[in-house]
């Protein structure tokens, strides 16, 4: 294979090191390699590219780019520093390409992947002896202390494994005791964005030859893929992941005040777009955390960063417990399609379009086909069409409006849970299962129950309105004519009955009640009229 990356990259096939360790795309730092404190040049690493797992899904090509660009820049960084490095390309998955090596090399170590998906492929490879298993390093807390806080079995609540780590940690704690007397300060946190303090600009990054052929091949090698590619708005490099913990630092005063708004003059806003390389381990959580403990930023924009690490945490410890959620006990349904609907509005239907026999957590049987709106398609709804353009040029939103727009909308609109799941595995530049899955079925839709939320994460036009600025865009009148308000109604006639007995869901439930029978009627056909326009890819409008 002919490229300038290879031309880079040093022939190491003769060299014999101690012993070889895989380094995976999202375990890239160099501390997570368990022998860093000896002499590079005894740990030789392999680096593999698999075609199988670029064409598993149709994965945005943002995001194909951004993690084959980061994988190549370590592999080179890796023999600056010493390291033997063998660098593969392969038509199978990273198990069979191990296996292949293995048998070659002999016995090859490995760091525990936090993707299912992953650790299944190894599965055979490990208990054969040809792969070595090392528990991952990359993370603030371990399993046992999630299980010494939460337990192992449902309900699982992110407060009580939070104050666990505050107190076990000692971070912002003084004397036993949280500092500013309390654990969260989420109730400071929620301000609208009126243009004051500016918004930061958003980082440029230096495009360099590696970047270059990373895009020119995701281009042509994934041309049925959505979305295009644009290197400059994301590090590739050790150096720019320390260039975006350095712009992350300069964001975080304002961070706190307005993490829960959006608007269509800043996709970013205050927030520090790291979730991406920590899911790589370009930037390790405790390099974040120690920038979030000595930052001199207030301490609601300091509290509210470390729960948004240690939430990061919770959602890894729940996958692996409950075995990417299929040990739980909750109502579950197929789903007839497993590539998002991407090949009913592109036309291309290789890319995993079976829905196959697995049942999905699914707690309100929700089982209507996304529409083609969340692929681009004008809806009318200028919120969802700002967010769902923002995400096909970019791969990225914030974690508002993936809840509140995205994951609001798909469940008033009674999307199945698992196709949202799927759109957003492919359509995020950092989301893998092991973390998408846990928010989406989790959090997102309300899937997995009480399991994990006491309460679905919905709302009418008011939140939208209040947090954002989209509603002044949009032909919509917020408080006139707006659809979502009776959808969200329409959504609690239809399931008010799973909520019953539900404390947090009393409230919304007594002022349905209140309702007219004449008032539920027009939300139902404002349910049925939205569903159906949307279903068959036309506009919403007021008429």
């Known amino acids: 294979m002919s490229s300038h990356f290879l031309s880079q990259l040093r022939d190491d096939s003769a060299l014999q090191p101690k012993r070889w360790l895989w380094v995976a795309h999202d375990q890239l730092h160099p501390q997570l390699n368990p022998w860093a404190g000896e002499s590079p040049e005894e740990t030789g690493l392999i680096f593999i590219e698999s075609k199988q797992r670029g064409n598993a899904r149709p ?101 009580a494994f939070y104050r666990h780590f505050r107190k076990v940690s000692g971070v912002l704690m003084e004397d036993g005791s949280p500092e500013g007397g309390k654990y969260s300060h989420d109730g400071d946190n929620r301000q609208p964005w009126k243009g004051d303090p500016p918004a930061p600009e958003d980082p440029v990054f230096d495009v360099d030859s590696v970047d270059e052929e990373v895009t020119a091949m995701v281009l042509a090698e994934f041309p049925h893929h959505p ?132 049942r999905h957590p699914n707690r309100l049987s929700q089982k209507q086909p996304l529409p083609p709106a969340f692929w681009g398609q004008e809806s009318g709804l200028r919120c969802l069409d700002a967010t769902t353009t923002a995400v096909m040029e970019e791969g990225w939103t914030h974690h508002i409006p993936r809840l509140m727009i995205l994951g609001n909308l798909a469940s008033l609109l009674d999307i199945h849970p698992r196709e949202l799941t799927d759109w957003f595995h492919v359509a995020f530049i950092d989301a893998y299962d092991w973390v998408v899955e846990t928010n989406v079925l989790g959090m997102g839709t309300f899937a997995v129950g009480e399991s994990m939320m006491t309460k679905p994460y919905i709302s009418g036009t008011p939140y939208i309105h209040k947090m954002g600025d989209h509603c002044k865009a949009c032909s919509f009148h917020p408080k006139k004519n707006c659809p979502i308000s009776s959808l969200y109604w329409a959504y609690l006639e239809r399931h008010g009955e799973a909520f019953e007995g539900n404390i947090r869901m009393a409230m919304p439930l007594r002022t349905l009640a209140k309702r007219s029978a004449e008032q539920k009627k027009a939300d139902a056909k404002t349910f049925k009229q939205v569903l159906s326009t949307l279903q068959r890819g036309e506009m919403l409008t007021p008429d």
């Open 227 to 358: 979305g295009n590619v644009d290197l400059s708005k994301l590090p590739t490099t050790a150096d720019q992941a320390e260039e975006a913990l350095h712009f992350a630092c300069s964001v975080i005063p304002d961070f706190g005040p307005y993490e829960d708004a959006f608007s269509e003059h800043s996709r970013a806003l205050f927030h520090t777009r790291l979730a991406s390389l920590l899911h790589l381990h370009r930037i390790l959580p405790e390099e974040l955390l120690q920038v979030a403990i000595e930052t001199p930023a207030p301490l609601n924009s300091r509290e509210g960063l470390i729960r948004q690490l240690i939430w990061r945490e919770y959602m890894h410890h729940i996958h692996e417990i409950t075995d990417g959620f299929r040990t739980l006990e909750v109502p579950r349904t197929t789903a007839p399609c497993r590539d998002a609907r991407w090949g009913d509005f592109s036309g291309n239907n290789t890319v995993g379009k079976s829905g196959g026999r697995e």
């Open 59 to 159: 994965y945005h090509r943002q995001k194909l780019a951004f993690l084959l660009s980061n994988l190549r820049h370590r592999a080179l960084e890796a023999q600056s520093e010493g390291h033997p490095v063998r660098y593969l390309f392969s038509d199978d998955d990273y198990g069979a390409a191990l296996t292949e090596t293995a048998n070659e090399l002999g016995s090859i170590h490995v760091l525990r992947s936090p993707e299912r998906e992953i650790r299944e492929q190894l599965k055979s490879a490990i208990g054969d002896g040809l792969l070595l298993e090392h528990e991952h390093g990359g993370w603030l807390t371990t399993r046992e202390e999630f299980i010494d806080s939460v337990g192992d079995t449902p309900p699982f609540r992110m407060d």
